[in-house]
């Protein structure tokens, strides 16, 4: 994608619907005379031309409005379509199909005169060069003045002091002069589609676009950096926990081989084990453990050597009418690998089966149940 230089870009959007460009030395009373005479006359024929391309296409909605088949593009009524519109409108019946008619023998005499207003502007201007897809300004400008007499390097550093734009589209018309050592062109809507001016403008709002469209994605990115970071809090809080687990091993007794083949766990409400620093409830994160959940509040073992270990919760042991939920914290323990939970069709109870003991044997674990 390629744009105006910062200074042509600003004149073509606040100034005219067109881009005017002058290169030269050192500007004279005449030359400055003469570059305001061009532009106000490119800039006339441009108005003009835009004028008569809307009045033609509203006279072809008309037309089609009236049952009448426009002529090809651009073409008026003949002097025969004229007449049979003219007795047409004086047989009509209807007020608002004969006011309708009228506006089309109006406008048509409209498009007439801004056609001949557009010639006329036209001749008073040098012969414009119709941009193809190929065209590029700044060539254009240098092939111009080398056909003036200049040669080539006083021709590109003439066009180079000049705000060319970048970049043409079919149908634009260009105008250049060269007068009194000054370089003076234009770029004119033409018959294309879209003028400079409503290019550019579009140029200028998909860059705003794609700017915004970038700054959503990095917001996101931080989002999700963020989200990375408490997992890895979460993981480095569990090495600690492990760590400190491991130093206790060093003086084992028979009792604690027995909580070494355990799981440890505590069973509660979840907002009121938040509210109370067991558990951290992140807004993008899974749960994990707070730092109350110290090891004396684990006082139930679930033996991890019997064929299928499991927990039953009863809603009313934790003070609830039913369970719809039970979280098991740390996030990091995977449902349905490490454990799997199961819910009581009347909601009174629920049954967590842990699937992987050796992933669970002497950890600690909270199963936080919502009702």
């Not at 499991?310 to 690998?337: E, T």
């Amino acid at each position: 994608m390629t744009f105006l230089k910062p200074f042509a870009l600003g004149a073509a959007l606040a100034v005219l619907p067109l881009a005017l460009a002058v290169g030269c030395n050192q500007k004279s009373q005449s030359e400055s005379t003469e570059s305001k005479d061009f532009a106000s006359k490119v800039a006339e024929a441009q108005q003009a031309e835009g004028q008569a391309q809307g009045a033609t296409k509203a006279q072809a909605e008309a037309m089609a409005k009236a049952g009448l088949q426009p002529n090809a593009a651009g073409i008026q009524l003949t002097e025969d379509q004229r007449a049979l519109l003219e007795a047409r409108i004086k047989a009509e019946k209807n007020n608002g199909t004969a006011a309708l008619l009228q506006e089309i023998l109006d406008r048509d005499k409209q498009i007439g005169e801004l056609h001949t207003k557009v010639a006329k502007l036209q001749s008073q201007l040098p012969k414009p060069q119709i941009a193809t897809e190929k065209d590029n300004h700044f060539a254009m400008a240098v092939r111009f003045l080398k056909g003036k007499g200049l040669s080539e390097e006083k021709a590109k550093a003439l066009a180079a002091r000049a705000n060319i734009l970048e970049e043409l589209q079919p149908g634009w018309q260009v105008y250049q002069q060269y007068a009194g050592g000054a370089y003076f062109t234009a770029v004119t809507q033409g018959k294309a589609e879209i003028g400079p001016t409503e290019y550019l403008h579009n140029q200028r709002a998909a860059l705003q676009k794609d700017r915004d469209d970038l700054s959503t994605q990095v917001q996101d990115l931080k989002t999700e950096r963020s989200k990375v970071q408490e997992e890895v809090d979460a993981l480095h809080s569990e090495k600690t926990t492990l760590t400190a687990q491991v130093s206790e091993l060093t003086t084992l007794s028979q009792a604690q081989k027995v909580k070494l083949n355990s799981m440890h766990y505590l069973v509660g409400q979840r907002k009121q084990l938040e509210n109370e620093g067991v558990i951290v409830v992140p807004v993008f994160a899974k749960d994990r453990m707070g730092p109350k959940a110290v090891a004396s509040r684990f006082v139930k073992d679930l033996p991890l050597d019997d064929p299928n270990p499991q927990v039953q919760i009863q809603a009313s042991d934790v003070g609830l009418a039913k369970i719809s939920k039970v979280n098991v914290v740390p996030g990091s323990l995977q449902k349905d690998k490490d454990y799997t939970v199961i819910l009581a069709d009347d909601r009174k109870n629920a049954t967590i089966r842990i699937l992987d003991p050796e992933r669970l044997r002497n950890d600690r674990v909270v199963f936080a149940v919502t009702d």
